[in-house]
């Protein structure tokens, strides 16, 4: 996942050595910033690279300023006179730099969007596109609904790679019936099935990440090598006998404690919401009119919360749940809170 860009004449110099943007980074500073310069997009990422900043929320929440600057929310005294309007390179440029500085408004930005809103106040929290704080990557959850629900309920908030997305429980596939899925839905619901997709989906992604394994590699979708397979990769390099069903409780098991810590630092089931405007409709294109229902995510994430065995009010893993993941331990400590 490393493109290579070089650029060496124009406003927006591209060192090969900082790589070049991928799809994500295109995105965040390109359509979420209305930029259209690709020059200036992989300056961004260069200049991201060089800070260590990751740049889908640096974009994002660029971009998330754009929006109240166009509608009055920031000013120029704000900005320290950068004209934030969409599609300004310059001024996206600028910001960047300004970010990761910590200058001017940048040092407001530097916080994240979330953070931003709650300074400027002025009803920029309407605008936000985040959830627990955490910028929405390039992925629409209203046309791929599971995720809407993962950005909610994902105790790190919205993040692409928690879970397979919609497209690929859309057809009869022999890779999802390892994980017990073999009822496809339609992209565009989010029922009961459609729930239990995306917890599976979910637990399987956590234990992928407690085995440190490439995403892009291994998975139940369009990967290159199915469950089946890294479960015969698992045992052969650790001469252990672990199942598919093994692999997916240890993925519970990691959610169970992340949520529990959560928890123990106050981050309860207020925090499993989405954005306000993700319930207002999409304007234009094809995705125009669809917006996610809020009764709909409702009974999705109740239903998220049966299948995962937390408490339907405080989103915090049962007793019972705990003690069949092999975490009692944790029992005492949250009894104590």
């Not at 390039?138 to 909610?152: C, G």
């Not at 599976?200 to 440190?212: E, G, H």
């Not at 409709?281 to 995962?308: H, M, S, V, W």
Request: aromatic share 10%; hydrophobic share 35%; with cysteine.
């Amino acid at each position: 996942c490393k493109p290579v860009v070089a650029v060496e004449e124009g406003d927006y110099p591209v060192d090969p050595r900082y790589g070049g943007p991928e799809y994500e980074t295109v995105c965040t500073f390109g359509s979420y910033c209305g930029v259209d310069d690709l020059t200036a997009i992989a300056h961004a990422n260069q200049l991201c690279n060089m800070y260590g900043m990751d740049t889908i929320t640096c974009g994002a929440t660029i971009a998330w300023a754009m929006d109240c600057y166009e509608r009055g929310l920031i000013t120029l005294e704000d900005t320290g006179g950068i004209d934030l309007r969409f599609g300004n390179a310059q001024a996206m440029i600028d910001t960047v730099k300004l970010t990761a500085q910590r200058k001017g408004i940048g040092k407001i930005l530097s916080e994240g969007s979330a953070r931003a809103a709650r300074h400027f106040g002025r009803d920029t929290e309407k605008l936000l596109v985040s959830a627990k704080g955490q910028e929405f990557p390039a992925h629409m959850p209203q046309v791929k609904r599971s995720l809407a629900l993962i950005y909610a309920v994902n105790p790190s908030g919205a993040d692409h790679q928690s879970s397979e997305h919609d497209p690929s429980y859309t057809y009869p596939s022999e890779r999802m019936a390892q994980i017990g899925l073999t009822n496809p839905q339609p992209e565009n619901v989010l029922n009961e099935e459609k729930v239990r997709f995306a917890y599976i989906t979910q637990c399987l992604y956590s234990a992928m990440d407690c085995l440190d394994v490439c995403q892009f590699v291994y998975g139940p979708g369009w990967q290159l090598y199915d469950v089946g397979q890294l479960v015969g990769l698992l045992n052969a390099v650790t001469d252990w006998d672990v199942t598919v069903e093994e692999l997916l409780r240890l993925g519970e098991r990691k959610l169970a404690m992340m949520r529990a810590y959560n928890y123990l630092e106050g981050i309860d089931s207020q925090y499993d919401r989405l954005p306000e405007k993700l319930s207002r409709a999409l304007a234009g294109g094809p995705t125009d009119g669809i917006f996610i229902k809020e009764d709909e995510f409702e009974k999705a994430r109740q239903a998220y919360y049966r299948l995962a065995g937390y408490d339907e009010q405080s989103g915090l893993p049962c007793e019972e749940r705990l003690n069949t993941l092999e975490l009692a331990w944790l029992v005492d400590k949250l009894r104590g809170k």
